[in-house]
């Protein structure tokens, strides 16, 4: 059975292993550890949301927010379409119940799943940035509005 849940300090152990191995490479020589989830979990403005399925973390998303009621999407880890669909959706609702206004999501051009999942849900496409992280590491920017 899969299940969706607001993260808590419990959770950052296996939150910080999915982060490292899918974003890892990305952000060299950072490591993401269960500290550095613990500490953002510890701010108000920060919002993890995680998929349990067998007793096993196997999706997570990071929502900040980073202006009244504009909020950025961080650090999504998936593993297929509908995990991701379930993730998003899970926080969206949260986010519609803090009276959020428009979510934006930025994504690695080449990731296939995490693009198919925004554009599935109806985030439009806001922007490209070239070498946006790295070299060689282009984002597509999706946005929705939620009211």
């Known amino acids: 059975m899969i299940k969706y849940k607001l993260a808590t300090v419990k959770e950052a152990s296996g939150i910080a292993k999915l982060l490292q191995k899918k974003y890892g490479r990305y952000y060299r020589p950072t490591k993401f550890t269960p500290q550095f989830v613990k500490e953002r979990l510890k ?14 973390i196997v999706g997570t998303i990071r929502a900040t927010k980073v202006d009244i009621d504009l909020v950025e999407f961080r650090h999504e880890v998936f593993s297929d379409l509908k995990i991701g669909k ?6 969206l609702s ?3 119940k803090k009276r959020m206004r428009k979510v ?4 690695i051009s080449t990731d296939r799943l ?4 925004y554009r ?12 946006h992280y790295r070299k060689g590491t282009h984002i597509i920017q999706y946005a929705r509005f939620l009211r």
Request: proline fraction near 0%; avoid cysteine; hydrophobic fraction near 35%.
């Open 43 to 56: 701010r108000k403005e920060v919002f993890y949301v995680v998929t349990i399925e067998d007793k096993k």
């Open 114 to 117: 995490n693009n198919r999942v």
């Open 120 to 131: 599935g849900l109806r985030f439009r496409k806001e922007g490209y940035f070239k070498d």
């Open 94 to 96: 949260i986010l519609k």
């Open 104 to 107: 934006v999501a930025r994504t």
């Open 86 to 91: 379930g993730l998003i959706k899970k926080m």
